[in-house]
């Protein structure tokens, strides 16, 4: 599956290199019985009678047919993953809430894997074994994207997208990823983008550090700067940007904030977790128009009305 065969065949032989039978395995369509493959009996090759090219043909039809049957409406089509060390914590929660991200950023899920360890594999997270399956079963279903519900280290990312070959992102990629969707004030969208190039940053860097020409001095001279350090500049020259517009709006955030003490209005603050109700709360008692959608991070950007009493 890993090398994307459908099917593969092993032949023995005898001490004298003959051959004695084969052995055949090839992968199957989603099941109900969770099965990624299955072996056909053994024969002797000169009464293997079976049609490879038609099979084949017949087999990937099958796997299309299958998923044909999901209603997709996006591009994305996810699998979530969990790995989970602690079995006092509620791994079903924490997943149901990443599913629910996933839904607010337009990501259809296909599945869900929660695998329970005694110890998070520093590479994979999931051992090789159980990352083998996830792949198997991406191929079945037709996922193109792994979401894992931690945060994974540039190294991390790395190593388990190239042993799947599949898009790979984490729950703090996600959560950006909507903010970005949501962020629609000019103040949200700096805020945003700032937390993206700072979390974009650290997986710019390349293992190898040892011939960066950044520092300078004896080694450092050479041809100029490589594309990946010319990157790594202009995100680092962005982010001081971005800093110096977010101190500005600081600034006037205290100048207003300032004014309102003056003039001695009571000010009231609707906190709570996301998708609690806060916007529906505010446009019932203000009369507002604030959005409302039942899905996480609806509204990003803060809002403000104007209550009177008595009503």
């Given at each position: 599956?890993?090398?994307?065969?459908?099917?593969?065949?092993?032949?023995?032989?005898?001490?004298?290199?003959?051959?004695?039978?084969?052995?055949?395995?090839?992968?199957?369509?989603?099941?109900?019985?969770?099965?990624?493959?299955?072996?056909?009996?053994?024969?002797?090759?000169?009464?293997?009678?079976?049609?490879?090219?038609?099979?084949?043909?017949?087999?990937?039809?099958?796997?299309?047919?299958?998923?044909?049957?999901?209603?997709?409406?996006?591009?994305?089509?996810?699998?979530?993953?969990?790995?989970?060390?602690?079995?006092?914590?509620?791994?079903?929660?924490?997943?149901?809430?990443?599913?629910?991200?996933?839904?607010?950023?337009?990501?259809?899920?296909?599945?869900?894997?929660?695998?329970?360890?005694?110890?998070?594999?520093?590479?994979?997270?999931?051992?090789?074994?159980?990352?083998?399956?996830?792949?198997?079963?991406?191929?079945?279903?037709?996922?193109?994207?792994?979401?894992?519900?931690?945060?994974?280290?540039?190294?991390?990312?790395?190593?388990?997208?190239?042993?799947?070959?599949?898009?790979?992102?984490?729950?703090?990629?996600?959560?950006?990823?909507?903010?970005?969707?949501?962020?629609?004030?000019?103040?949200?969208?700096?805020?945003?983008?700032?937390?993206?190039?700072?979390?974009?940053?650290?997986?710019?860097?390349?293992?190898?550090?040892?011939?960066?020409?950044?520092?300078?001095?004896?080694?450092?001279?050479?041809?100029?700067?490589?594309?990946?350090?010319?990157?790594?500049?202009?995100?680092?020259?962005?982010?001081?940007?971005?800093?110096?517009?977010?101190?500005?709006?600081?600034?006037?955030?205290?100048?207003?904030?300032?004014?309102?003490?003056?003039?001695?209005?009571?000010?009231?603050?609707?906190?709570?977790?996301?998708?609690?109700?806060?916007?529906?709360l505010l446009n019932t008692l203000t009369s507002s128009r604030v959005l409302t959608e039942n899905r996480l991070f609806a509204t990003l950007d803060p809002k403000s009305s104007r209550l009177?009493?008595?009503?």
């Open positions: 599956a890993l090398l994307r065969l459908d099917l593969i065949c092993a032949v023995h032989v005898d001490p004298e290199g003959l051959p004695e039978k084969v052995l055949t395995a090839h992968l199957i369509p989603e099941n109900p019985e969770g099965r990624y493959w299955l072996h056909l009996e053994p024969v002797h090759p000169a009464r293997m009678d079976l049609d490879f090219a038609s099979f084949i043909q017949a087999l990937e039809d099958e796997i299309v047919r299958k998923q044909g049957t999901r209603k997709v409406e996006s591009r994305d089509r996810a699998i979530l993953v969990r790995v989970e060390t602690n079995a006092g914590e509620d791994s079903e929660n924490s997943i149901a809430e990443l599913l629910e991200l996933a839904g607010s950023c337009g990501v259809e899920v296909f599945d869900t894997l929660i695998q329970k360890k005694p110890e998070i594999d520093p590479k994979f997270l999931l051992g090789r074994g159980k990352l083998s399956e996830l792949v198997i079963r991406a191929l079945q279903i037709g996922a193109n994207l792994l979401i894992f519900d931690h945060e994974l280290t540039p190294a991390q990312v790395r190593s388990i997208t190239d042993f799947t070959d599949i898009k790979v992102i984490d729950r703090t990629q996600l959560i950006l990823d909507i903010f970005a969707q949501r962020a629609h004030s000019r103040d949200g969208k700096i805020q945003v983008e700032l937390a993206q190039l700072k979390y974009l940053l650290p997986r710019l860097i390349e293992k190898n550090t040892a011939m960066s020409r950044l520092t300078g001095g004896i080694g450092g001279r050479g041809p100029g700067e490589t594309k990946l350090e010319i990157n790594r500049r202009r995100v680092r020259e962005k982010i001081h940007r971005l800093e110096q517009h977010v101190k500005s709006i600081q600034k006037a955030r205290n100048q207003r904030r300032v004014m309102r003490d003056r003039t001695g209005i009571p000010v009231i603050s609707i906190v709570g977790y996301t998708n609690a109700g806060k916007s529906t009177r009493f008595p009503r």
